[in-house]
């Protein structure tokens, strides 16, 4: 058992990243330990609570927003994978327009670099392609 501290160490998040998390149903907030007992009324965090807080870093890397997150979080209890799937699938559509984009980006600006290489004199082809927008 660990504080929200040692929770958001092993997350590798802030205190006040697990408490926004907390606010919007994510990771359960656990009823103060007794001050008479042991624990003196701090909250404790178990092996649970990191591996759901792991789940989202991870999920949010893969670009998940915060609400599919938690349905995929409520679908850990259920069977229903077909909708995990779905999700997942979505999430790939996205993740790949994306990338088309910024490879699309990355293809114009080598282009312009290519182009400023060439030209000593006149207007930089990069700043004037981005003066035009």
Known sequence: MTTIAGLARAGDVGVETVRFYQRRGLI???????????G????????EDIRQLRFIRSA?????????????LALDATTDRERA??????QLAVLDARIAAL????????????????????PCPIIEAFDRR
């Open 28 to 38: 359960a907030t656990p009823a103060r330990g007794s001050a008479s007992g042991l």
């Open 85 to 90: 799937r779905a999700l997942a699938t979505e």
């Open 103 to 122: 490879q699309t980006a990355r293809d114009a600006l080598h282009r312009l670099s290519e182009a400023c290489s060439h030209q000593d004199e006149g």
């Open 60 to 72: 949010q890397a893969a670009g998940f927003t915060l609400d599919q997150i938690g349905e995929l």
């Open 40 to 47: 003196g009324g701090v909250r404790r965090y178990g092996p």
